[in-house]
């Protein structure tokens, strides 16, 4: 079992930068690959990154590339979001999401345990 704890949402103007964080107890984090989702009120929860369980491979959504990066420190426990050059439509809840895999999926149904989400809103 793994827990999973986000943290550093928050509101933010356009064109700003927030960093959030994925805490994680319970099994050794080191073999999990840690993704991040988010959903925006009326819609689906969506894939926004991932990163494989020691860091090598990394995987994004297209409506994040260049903007968003991913990274884990895995003697932290902890995977973090880097947010640059926020939109309003980056504006959801924000999931970190934990799977013993290989890679990065972006498929949310390999992911077993989640955590409580972080809001994020990006004002225009």
């Known amino acids: 079992q793994v827990q999973l704890v986000e943290s550093g949402g928050g509101l933010v103007q356009a064109g700003g930068s927030l960093r959030l964080s994925c805490a994680a107890s319970?099994?050794?984090?080191?073999?999990?690959?840690v993704g991040w989702f988010r959903q925006a009120p009326g819609k689906a929860r969506e894939f926004v990154t991932a990163?494989?369980?020691?860091?090598?491979?990394?995987a994004y959504a297209d409506s994040v590339k260049g903007r968003f990066t991913i990274s884990r420190d895995n003697a932290k426990n902890t995977v973090y979001l880097q947010m640059n050059s926020l939109k309003a439509e980056d504006t959801a809840v924000y999931y970190c999401a934990a799977a013993r895999l290989g890679g990065s999926t972006g498929d949310s149904g390999q992911y077993p345990y989640w955590g409580q989400g972080t809001q994020v809103t990006v004002s225009s």
């Open positions: 990163v494989s369980w020691r860091g090598g491979s990394t």
């Open positions: 319970g099994r050794p984090f080191s073999s999990y690959a």
